[in-house]
């Protein structure tokens, strides 16, 4: 048998398959699968547990980013009045720590009483 370095370029042919064009199919949830979602996300809006819907774990963060943003700014300006600058510091800590609060409780207060006007009108998705 030769070995692929002693053949010549010419004698060496690599025949190559027409590309073969693939379709994605998206598979969609079975019945039973999306009773089983339905029954979680009611379980998980009015209840307890943890929500596993990226759009309203997405607003959380961006709403208590936002709260967080807005707390260490009054925070800091609590701190410039008082006229030193240790009081600048505490201020953005202790505002930043507000906002946090401010914006997870706010922002899951909202999203529980959206939730469950969907879950009211018969939407469960």
Known sequence: MNDLNDLGRDELEIEAEEPVELELVEERPSRKEREHREAYNIVTDTITGANLRKSDNVFQAKVIGI??????????????????????????????????????????????IYRTGKHLKGDHS
């Open 67 to 112: 709260c967080l943003l807005i707390g260490i700014l009054v925070g800091v300006i609590w701190g410039a009045v008082s006229g030193e600058q240790i009081n600048m510091i505490i201020g953005s800590v202790v505002g930043g720590f507000a906002g946090v609060l401010l914006g997870l409780f706010g922002s899951g207060f909202y999203l529980m």
